[in-house]
């Protein structure tokens, strides 16, 4: 019997940072060298790149998919980005999202639903660009 999956179909990227309980959601596409580039428009204080080397929550992402972080209080994530909750997906070796938010968590949410998530943002922006 084939299995069916019970995660929502998300086409909407607004939709798709909303399910997953994020505020923010930064789009990185590989440009050479190591070096990502940041494709949506860049928040105050967020870098326009970023070198994988170093940030280790990027590479953990790379390795395993989806990095998670959380905290009490708003920590450095990658690239100058700043959250308390926050999840770097892979979404493929050459896109980056994080999605996060400053002010809460991602509490409740599975690796598919991110993985869901940073995809239809990425397809998006790609589209947009």
Not at 92 to 121: S, Y
Request: with cysteine; proline share 7%; charged share 20%.
């Amino acid at each position: 019997m084939a299995e069916t999956s019970t995660m929502p179909v998300i086409t909407e990227p607004s939709a798709a940072v909303t399910a997953v309980g994020a505020t923010d959601a930064l789009v990185f596409r590989r440009a050479s060298g190591g070096r990502y580039v940041l494709t949506t428009p860049a928040p105050p204080g967020i870098r326009d790149e970023l070198l994988v080397d170093d940030e280790p929550a990027v590479q953990q992402a790379l390795t395993t998919g989806v990095c998670r972080v959380a905290a009490e209080q708003p920590r450095p994530v990658c690239a100058g980005y700043r959250a308390r909750a926050a999840a770097v997906v892979a979404v493929d070796p050459d896109v980056v999202v994080v999605l996060g938010r400053a002010d809460g968590c991602l509490a409740g949410v599975d690796d598919q639903a991110l993985v869901a998530a940073a995809a239809a943002v990425a397809l998006a922006e790609h589209r947009r660009g």
